[in-house]
């Protein structure tokens, strides 16, 4: 329960702190929605897909997972393993690339997407200090679990900005 709480209340202090930044400055306007019904969608889209991985990731911190784990990720995870000898973490290597996205996104002025981008992407932060309460673990294992974790992350963030700089071009004035 403890570990949970470690994830949930961070989580919850950012996302208030998101909210208040929302309501004073709005969400943004580097995606230009026209359609009143079609921007309300896509709020409502993306709080969901949020709420769910948030879901997903309080239920899958700790001991015992209440979210079923798919063959294809412990095989995924024993390839990490055999590969590197040491498993890096899968809260980092993907939470760093939508950390980096979300930042990009919300330099750009798309705030709802950049918000709740960076907010998921933080769980990589909690992940790495959680990786580092593990006192029964060796220092220099938790240390190579968090440079992998950081390396493949910032990898694959650099590839998801190629692609939403292509996906998303820069508009007049932005470099």
């Known amino acids: ?13 950012a996302f208030l702190l998101v909210l208040l930044h929302w309501l004073r ?24 897909v949020f709420l769910l991985a948030v879901y997903v990731l309080l239920n899958r911190t700790g001991n015992q997972s209440k979210v079923r784990i798919l063959p294809i ?17 899968t809260k980092e290597f993907l939470g760093y690339p ?7 996104l919300w330099r750009r002025q798309v705030r709802l997407l950049g918000g709740m981008a960076v907010l998921l992407g933080f769980i990589a932060e909690l992940s790495l200090v959680n990786t580092f309460e593990h006192l029964h673990h060796p220092i220099l294992l938790s240390l ?12 694959f963030g650099l ?15 932005w470099r």
Do not use: C, H, Q
């Open 144 to 155: 190579t679990r968090a440079g992998l974790g950081l390396g493949m992350g910032v990898v």
């Open 98 to 104: 939508v950390l980096l996205l979300g930042l990009y």
């Open 159 to 173: 590839l998801a900005l190629a692609v939403l700089r292509f996906v998303l071009p820069a508009r007049e004035g």
């Open 25 to 48: 400055y709005g969400l943004g306007s580097g995606l230009r929605i026209r359609n009143r019904y079609v921007r309300w969608v896509l709020v409502g889209l993306v709080l969901l």
């Open 1 to 13: 329960m403890g570990v949970k709480v470690a994830y949930a209340l961070p989580l919850a202090f």
């Open 73 to 89: 990720e412990l095989e995924f995870r024993d390839w990490l393993y055999r590969t590197f000898g040491v498993r890096p973490r």
